[in-house]
């Protein structure tokens, strides 16, 4: 007895581009939270965003890896 997988859900256009829209604004901001230390004038808020490395590290590779969901399924998708 073979076993298959079953097809994948068709996604819609509106899922797959809020999917983009997630994927970059969580680059963007993760970005923010790693570069923006070095603009900063020495101050409280800069040494805050400073030890919060690892959550900007976190929604760069969140944001990537939504990203790259995005790209597997435009690629997938059936043709019209």
Do not use: C
């Not at 970005?31 to 805050?48: E, I, K, N, Q, T």
Request: net charge positive; proline share 10%; hydrophobic share 45%.
């Amino acid at each position: 007895m073979s076993r298959t997988s079953p097809p994948s859900p068709p996604y819609s256009h509106k899922a797959n581009n809020e999917l983009l829209q997630k994927g970059l604004m969580l680059v963007f901001i993760g970005l923010a939270v790693l570069v923006g230390p070095h603009f900063m004038a020495p101050s409280s808020m800069r040494d805050v965003i400073a030890s919060s490395a690892a959550v900007g590290w976190f929604a760069v590779v969140l944001g990537g890896a939504f990203v790259v969901r995005y790209a597997l399924r435009r690629r997938n998708r059936p043709s019209p």
